[in-house]
């Protein structure tokens, strides 16, 4: 069994900064892919970052944060990141970190078996 909590929500302005981290516990998890999500009030949960298990940490990212969002791991301590640059309101969600049982991420939440509880970030205009 896995165990994911995240941290580091908040509320900050447009322009703003925020990071997000996800800690694991429960079993190793340093071969699998993780990943990032978010659900807004009245949309389905989106794709944000995804990082492989490999060594590089391979990083995918949906245009709509491409260039902003920077997901990262520190595999030593069971961590994954997620640094948010100049972030808009259209940011603002329940941010989910996943865990999928494979090495590779997927893009859609039906890929990952565990979810942690979500932590919200608001950005004001």
């Known amino acids: 069994q896995v165990h994911l909590v995240e941290s580091g929500g908040g509320s900050v302005q447009a322009g703003g900064s925020l990071r997000l981290s996800c800690v694991a516990s429960g079993r190793t998890f340093r071969r699998y892919a ?41 595999k030593a301590r069971d961590t994954m990141n997620l640094q948010m640059n100049s972030l808009k309101p259209e940011d603002t969600a329940v941010y989910y970190c996943a865990l999928r049982q494979d090495f590779y991420p997927g893009q859609e939440s039906g890929d990952y078996e565990y979810w942690g509880q979500g932590t919200q970030v608001t950005v004001s205009s």
């Open 34 to 74: 993780m990943g990032w999500f978010r659900q807004a009030p009245g949309k389905e949960r989106e794709f944000v970052a995804s990082i492989s298990g490999s060594e590089r940490g391979d990083a995918r990212y949906p245009d709509s944060v491409r260039g902003r969002f920077t997901i990262s791991r520190d």
